[in-house]
């Protein structure tokens, strides 16, 4: 396995700017650029490969590259939500999708996996360079827009991702806002609620 590569950003943040406002007690629009940059940091700290967490949080498409077909194909980031498809390429180049009722998405202890029925004929006659590519959909879902009805205004985009990793992200974009606040009078940023909040939702990889 290698490394996955980011095929489709999240189209929204776990937090948006109005929220982040609540908790910071701001009522200008003249630190919005440096609060949504902090937003951006918190996130990027927890969320998909260089996360700490391991984990997608808003809904994202990932693709994983593997050396060969195996039985069973572990993917790096959890959750899953589906996957998109998995394809090969031949020694010629050539590139063919598996078909989706040749495999099942699964997962255990260590994650998700992708595990193919008994009857799947692996191709042997593979590309020498990452040929086998597995694309899939990670995060937790998302509640999408509602469009505006009549004189019902529209209700945005919801990110459901756990409680405590919100809370944890709110919290770090607080403890950065606070610092730039404090200026030279600011000290390490303390770090310990943020942890006790993600530690249950850190993946354990064996």
């Given amino acids: 396995m290698h490394s996955p590569v980011l095929v489709t950003a999240p189209a ?10 609540v908790q910071l007690a701001v009522d200008h629009d003249e630190h919005d650029d440096m609060i949504t ?8 700290h927890l969320d998909g490969w260089t996360g700490i967490l391991g984990r997608a949080l808003v809904e994202q498409t990932w693709r994983q590259d593997f050396d060969s077909f195996s039985g069973c194909m572990r993917i790096a980031l959890a959750p899953v939500i589906s996957i998109t498809s ?3 390429r031949n020694a010629a180049g050539q590139i063919s ?8 998405l699964l997962a255990d202890a260590l994650g998700p996996y992708v595990e193919f029925k008994s009857d799947f ?21 998302t509640t999408p827009e509602v469009p505006a009805d009549g004189e019902t205004p529209a209700i945005p985009a919801v990110s459901n991702i756990p409680p405590a990793i919100k809370a944890a992200i709110l919290i770090h974009v607080r403890l950065m806002y606070d610092a730039y606040r404090l200026g030279a009078d600011a000290g390490p ?3 310990g609620a943020i942890d006790a909040l993600i530690t249950p939702y850190r993946r354990v990889f064996f």
């Fill in 86 to 88: 998995i394809t090969y």
């Fill in 12 to 21: 929204m943040t776990p937090v948006s700017l109005p929220e982040a406002k």
């Fill in 37 to 44: 940059a902090f937003i951006a940091a918190a996130v990027d």
């Fill in 121 to 141: 004929e692996r191709p042997s006659d593979l590309n020498e360079t990452k040929p086998v590519s597995l694309t899939y959909l990670a995060g937790y879902p």
């Fill in 97 to 104: 999708t598996v078909t989706s009722s040749d495999y099942t």
């Fill in 189 to 191: 940023i303390p770090t």
